[in-house]
């Protein structure tokens, strides 16, 4: 049998990795449940956007322009629902995965192999929100063994594009990609032309970014939009917990594959080179550090793309071909049984044709409709059926503690520049000031303290002030079992001391 030309082995490589595409499309879109809140955090400033406010001016950016803004385009290019949203961030996360099986086919020389990481990726479970921690590194590290496999300037400007949208989609991504291109330019040119190649990346990348920072100069500043932005980081980064031991060994344990990958590439390798290792291991250690805090279990999906391609590449490094084989078949029908388990999980019972189209139109459906299966807090919904109802259109609603997915849901603007107060975060004076004074132009219709108003009082006091001064009394309104505490006009307050009141006619 004739070897195999290198164009049928890039058709079947783009042929599977279509597969893979629709393969996870399909069981994301499936499998569907309730969309998280965080999911909102996000879209709601898209939908923002839509109802005539502008980033940075009209409300608080920290440092994730891109993140709405794309689910702004999809909204009014296809309709402003949960499910054009939905739509896109499962695209997202799909190609994704895609990238994983590519990435994972050229480290391990093995499509069992990229297939056995597709599988772990999948049974991992990333949340929605999360697409682009996963496919803005992926992307990024293609673009960089693209350029370590034939050096040029074309495929430099490449990354320093794709470090500005990586910078841009969340500003702290810039480090994922600026510190590992730059450690590949030293690995693969001697000092003095990294040194130039590395000041022309920095200068192209600011090149790109330069529209972006020249808006924020306009909407409010460049110095009091990158001062807002450092005090939401550093806030985000006191959320970190104490680990218990078999969290820290996880830790360790994910830490350690990026090592051993550098040490293992001081030696030739076919497929990759030091320089492609370096460069993936490098990007791997600093997600590893930035986004692996709080719960890490919750965590893990973030960081774990990255390592399933070292570890596909020191799989087929060290590990015999007979153990290596059985070890991934080992590990791709555990994950096929839990995928299975998921699905069975949804109701499907036998997955006939049939059952799928029922389920891909039910979940279509219950997302454009907002129902109660996809929506968090379903406690919610009759404060959520108020806002929509009996509340002027283009009238906001203030919502203090997190529940970011009121204002998406209700078909309401936020607020005072946020879709949600969260207690510890824009506590600063200067935020203070610059909410009031959104605060003041806008017209409030409800105030929503999710977690009852002392925490809102001790927090934001100038803001609690100013509401209390248009008349906004407090009561608490009982909505399915769960109390909610809301701030009121005084008129509206008066008829409804414990429920919402019914809209008039």
Same mark, same amino acid.
């Given at each position: 049998m004739p070897p195999r030309s290198p164009g049928a082995g890039r058709r079947v490589l783009i042929a599977g990795a279509a597969v893979v595409f629709s393969a996870v499309w399909a069981f994301r879109w499936l499998s569907m449940g309730a969309v998280e809140n965080d999911h909102f955090v996000a879209l709601a400033r898209a939908h923002q956007l839509l109802n005539g406010s502008w980033p940075?001016?009209?409300?608080?950016?920290?440092?994730?322009?891109? /993140?709405?803004?794309? +689910?702004?385009?999809?909204?009014?290019?296809?309709?402003?629902?949960?499910?054009?949203?939905?739509?896109?961030? %499962?695209?997202?996360? @799909?190609?994704?995965?895609s990238f994983i099986y590519l990435l994972a086919v050229r480290a391990s020389g093995s499509l069992f192999i990229a297939a056995a990481a597709v599988a772990v990726e999948v049974a991992a479970s990333p949340r929605l929100y999360n697409a682009g921690k996963i496919? %803005?590194?992926?992307? !990024?590290?293609?673009?960089?063994?693209?350029?370590?496999? @034939?050096? &040029?300037?074309?495929?430099?400007?490449?990354?320093?594009?794709?470090?500005?949208?990586?910078?841009?989609?969340?500003?702290?991504?810039?480090?994922? $990609?600026?510190?590992?291109?730059?450690?590949?330019? !030293?690995?693969?040119? =001697?000092? *003095?032309?990294?040194?130039?190649?590395?000041?022309?990346?920095? *200068?192209? /990348?600011?090149?790109?970014?330069?529209?972006w920072f020249a808006y924020v100069q306009w909407a409010a500043g460049i110095v009091t939009y990158i001062g807002a932005a450092f005090r939401f980081a550093a806030t985000e980064a006191q959320r970190t917990v104490t680990w218990p031991g078999n969290a820290r060994v996880v830790f360790a344990t994910i830490m350690a594959i990026p090592v051993i990958a550098i040490v293992l590439a001081r030696r030739s390798d076919e497929r990759l080179s030091f320089a492609h290792i370096v460069f993936a291991a490098v990007m791997a250690l600093i997600a590893n550090v930035v986004l692996l805090r709080d719960v890490i279990a919750t965590r893990l999906p973030d960081v774990v793309a990255l390592t399933l391609v070292l570890v596909a590449w020191i799989a087929g490094r060290v590990i015999p071909t007979r153990v290596l084989y059985a070890s991934a078949l080992v590990t791709l029908l555990v994950v096929i049984v839990l995928v299975g388990w998921r699905l069975q999980s949804q109701g499907y019972g036998v997955p006939t044709p049939g059952t799928v189209v029922r389920r891909f139109t039910a979940v279509s459906n219950m997302l454009r409709a907002k129902a109660p299966e996809m929506i968090p807090h379903r406690e919610r919904l009759p404060l959520?059926?108020?806002? @929509? +109802?009996?509340?002027?259109? $283009? +009238?906001?609603?203030?919502?203090? !503690?997190?529940?970011?997915?009121?204002?998406?849901?209700?078909?309401?603007?936020? *607020?005072?520049?946020?879709? @949600?107060?969260?207690? !510890?975060?824009?506590?600063d004076a200067r935020d203070v000031t610059r909410a009031a004074a959104q605060l003041a132009r806008e017209p409030v219709s409800l105030a929503v303290m999710v977690e009852g108003s002392e925490s809102f009082v001790e927090?934001?006091?100038?803001?609690?002030?100013?509401?209390?001064?248009?008349?906004?009394? =407090?009561?608490?309104?009982?909505?399915?079992?769960?109390?909610?505490?809301?701030?009121?006009? =005084?008129?509206?307050?008066?008829?409804?001391? &414990?429920?919402?009141?019914?809209?008039?006619?």
């Amino acid at each position: 049998m004739p070897p195999r030309s290198p164009g049928a082995g890039r058709r079947v490589l783009i042929a599977g990795a279509a597969v893979v595409f629709s393969a996870v499309w399909a069981f994301r879109w499936l499998s569907m449940g309730a969309v998280e809140n965080d999911h909102f955090v996000a879209l709601a400033r898209a939908h923002q956007l839509l109802n005539g406010s502008w980033p940075v001016r009209d409300f608080a950016d920290p440092g994730q322009p891109l /993140t709405y803004l794309l +689910s702004a385009a999809a909204a009014w290019l296809f309709g402003a629902t949960l499910r054009t949203d939905v739509i896109v961030t %499962i695209t997202l996360l @799909s190609l994704a995965t895609s990238f994983i099986y590519l990435l994972a086919v050229r480290a391990s020389g093995s499509l069992f192999i990229a297939a056995a990481a597709v599988a772990v990726e999948v049974a991992a479970s990333p949340r929605l929100y999360n697409a682009g921690k996963i496919l %803005i590194p992926l992307a !990024g590290l293609g673009l960089g063994w693209r350029y370590a496999d @034939s050096p &040029s300037i074309a495929r430099l400007i490449a990354l320093a594009a794709w470090t500005a949208v990586a910078c841009l989609w969340r500003h702290d991504f810039i480090v994922y $990609m600026a510190i590992p291109t730059i450690l590949l330019l !030293g690995v693969c040119h =001697e000092r *003095a032309r990294a040194m130039r190649l590395a000041a022309l990346y920095v *200068a192209v /990348t600011l090149a790109f970014l330069l529209p972006w920072f020249a808006y924020v100069q306009w909407a409010a500043g460049i110095v009091t939009y990158i001062g807002a932005a450092f005090r939401f980081a550093a806030t985000e980064a006191q959320r970190t917990v104490t680990w218990p031991g078999n969290a820290r060994v996880v830790f360790a344990t994910i830490m350690a594959i990026p090592v051993i990958a550098i040490v293992l590439a001081r030696r030739s390798d076919e497929r990759l080179s030091f320089a492609h290792i370096v460069f993936a291991a490098v990007m791997a250690l600093i997600a590893n550090v930035v986004l692996l805090r709080d719960v890490i279990a919750t965590r893990l999906p973030d960081v774990v793309a990255l390592t399933l391609v070292l570890v596909a590449w020191i799989a087929g490094r060290v590990i015999p071909t007979r153990v290596l084989y059985a070890s991934a078949l080992v590990t791709l029908l555990v994950v096929i049984v839990l995928v299975g388990w998921r699905l069975q999980s949804q109701g499907y019972g036998v997955p006939t044709p049939g059952t799928v189209v029922r389920r891909f139109t039910a979940v279509s459906n219950m997302l454009r409709a907002k129902a109660p299966e996809m929506i968090p807090h379903r406690e919610r919904l009759p404060l959520i059926r108020y806002l @929509s +109802s009996c509340t002027p259109v $283009m +009238s906001r609603v203030f919502v203090a !503690g997190f529940a970011p997915e009121l204002p998406i849901l209700a078909r309401r603007p936020f *607020a005072g520049g946020l879709p @949600s107060w969260i207690p !510890g975060y824009y506590i600063d004076a200067r935020d203070v000031t610059r909410a009031a004074a959104q605060l003041a132009r806008e017209p409030v219709s409800l105030a929503v303290m999710v977690e009852g108003s002392e925490s809102f009082v001790e927090e934001w006091p100038r803001l609690a002030n100013d509401l209390r001064a248009r008349g906004f009394v =407090e009561r608490t309104w009982r909505l399915d079992g769960a109390d909610v505490v809301v701030w009121a006009p =005084e008129g509206l307050a008066a008829q409804a001391l &414990s429920a919402p009141p019914q809209c008039a006619g």
